[in-house]
């Protein structure tokens, strides 16, 4: 595994992002943890706010990448998200990929997932 994936573990969609992700990652780079693990954050150098808003993902480099930028190294690595990669460059060349990033994230409760996301209820 090269890349280490920080999800929000008591979100629904997040969760269910992170297991539709781990089924696609055929050839097991990715590592997918529960930000809410005890001292992963501390261990991984991750700004537990920051991990709040956006996924964090630590690459092979041991680079820290957030939001859409993690999105497309995430793409990167998983062959059945490479036919994406060109719509996410995209955005994020025209300064719209973190933008797109903060609006999902801001609306996740209105994705079709059981349940509901406690930080959307603080924040």
């Not at 997040?14 to 693990?37: Q, V």
């Not at 964090?56 to 999105?71: L, P, S, T, W, Y």
């Not at 955005?91 to 933008?99: T, Y």
């Amino acid at each position: 595994m090269q890349y280490s994936i920080y999800y929000d573990g008591d979100c629904p969609f997040c969760s269910r992002a992170a297991r539709l992700l781990n089924s696609l990652d055929w050839l097991k780079r990715l590592e997918l943890i529960d930000l809410h693990s005890p001292g992963v954050l501390a261990r991984a150098g991750i700004n537990p706010q920051r991990a709040m808003q956006r996924i964090q993902m630590k690459n092979a480099n041991g680079e820290i990448r957030e939001g859409m930028q993690a999105v497309v190294e995430i793409a990167g690595q998983v062959p059945l998200l490479w036919l994406l990669l060109p719509l996410i460059w995209l955005a994020s060349l025209l300064g719209l990929g973190d933008q797109l990033y903060d609006w999902i994230a801001a609306r996740r409760i209105l994705f079709p997932t059981p349940g509901h996301c406690e930080w959307q209820n603080r924040h």
